[in-house]
């Protein structure tokens, strides 16, 4: 890394030794750290004019990975890698900068779409880099602007073949990181936001079932992620997104209640079924709080609160379950209230509903030791008066 820091890009021949072999340290996490005089070098190649565009456009992703005897070097590959380095809450400023400056760089080998709007956007994605301490307190919101770059750029590419890869290739990484990395939680919702902008509903629910079943929701990253990768893709494909949500819980409860083999009755009954129940209660609430008004109605009674009626009910109703509906409930119960909408709640599932929250508070009051439960009840019921 030294090496390549202190190189003379303007040396004589510099730039065929160089180029394309600078792209070796790009795309395997091992060179994580290379990142930064990688961006230098390819920063200053094409700063000089040695590096046109033509050039990066015609490389060819077979010749690239023979000659780094590596997986293929796509351009959705590139663009995954330096999106999950950008968006790494544990990547630090200066290697976030280097990752967007070789976006910046690389946007003709990217797609040839993006060069102007990335030419505007990326600028100030690195000015807000550069006060990150003072303005962005919380990751939370650098995530945010990241993925609305990203959600900008798919819509000036409006390239659904594209826009395919680039879900595979984050689901490659989202299926190959552990549990325990920084990076995995970003994955999710960028996956999501892709899986948002794509417009084949059958690629969609691929994705999102692949997904939804990998995760272990005994983890609690892991349970966020699936709620995370459901919401983002709502935003664009919300009845895509509950539908698959509603294909998956009904698979988790089918055959509860009915004749079924004793190995399938303990995987139902497992903590880890358990766990991803509760995910799904909370998905659901998380999903009615992303619709619009016109989706909130239509889906609102037989989808959204049915399924999670259906997946408590199946449940265990333990400490976990218990907190997620009554989570969820305080969720779609707001954002119906904000939809402002003169039609009336269903009388018997809201009395249904309000028999529930007023047994759990009379099991929760007496003789029960001090439980976040009581207060959570009282919360839900403001929202569904």
């Not at 930064?36 to 010749?63: K, Y």
Request: aromatic share 6%.
């Amino acid at each position: 890394m030294d090496i390549l820091g202190s190189l003379d890009v303007s040396a004589s021949g510099m730039s065929k030794l160089l180029w394309p072999r600078l792209l070796l340290y790009v795309v395997p996490a091992q060179y994580t750290g290379m990142l930064i005089p990688v961006s230098r070098c390819v920063q200053a190649l094409a700063e000089r004019g040695d590096l046109m565009v033509r050039e990066i456009e015609d490389l060819d992703p077979h010749f690239l990975s023979s000659m780094f005897q590596g997986p293929l070097l796509t351009p959705q590959t590139l663009l995954a890698r330096l999106l999950v380095v950008a968006g790494s809450p544990f990547a630090g400023s200066e290697l976030q900068a280097a990752a967007l400056l070789l976006m910046l760089s690389l946007h003709g080998k990217i797609h040839r779409a993006v060069g102007a709007m990335w030419a505007t956007e990326i600028p100030l994605l690195l000015q807000c880099l550069k006060g990150k301490n003072e303005s962005f307190p919380d990751s939370a919101e650098w995530e945010q602007r990241l993925l609305k770059f990203l959600r900008a750029s798919l819509a000036t590419m409006e390239d659904e073949a594209w826009t395919k890869g680039l879900s595979c290739e984050l689901s490659r990484w989202l299926s190959s990181s552990p549990s325990s990395s920084g990076e995995k939680s970003f994955l999710y919702k960028a996956l999501g936001t892709v899986l948002g902008a794509c417009k084949e509903v059958l690629h969609i629910q691929e994705k999102l079932l692949q997904h939804l079943e990998e995760a272990n929701a005994e983890e609690p990253s892991e349970a966020q992620g699936m709620i995370s990768l459901l919401s983002h893709a709502a935003e664009s494909n919300f009845h895509t997104a509950l539908d698959t949500l509603t294909m998956f819980a009904s698979r988790l409860c089918r055959g509860q209640n009915g004749r079924i083999s004793r190995r399938k009755k303990m995987e139902l009954d497992s903590r880890r079924a358990q766990a991803t129940r509760s995910a799904l209660i909370l998905a659901h609430g998380s999903l009615a709080l992303r619709a619009s008004k016109e989706q909130l109605l239509a889906r609102l009674e037989g989808d959204i609160v049915g399924n999670i009626l259906l997946l408590y009910s199946c449940s265990c109703r333990d400490l976990q379950n218990t907190l997620a509906l009554l989570q969820s409930i305080t969720d779609f119960s707001s954002a119906f209230q904000a939809a402002g909408d003169s039609a009336c709640f269903n009388p018997s599932l809201k009395g249904k509903l309000l028999e529930i929250l007023t047994d759990l508070l009379k099991k929760y009051c007496l003789g029960t030791p001090v439980s976040p439960v009581p207060l959570k009840v009282v919360l839900a019921l403001e929202q569904l008066r």
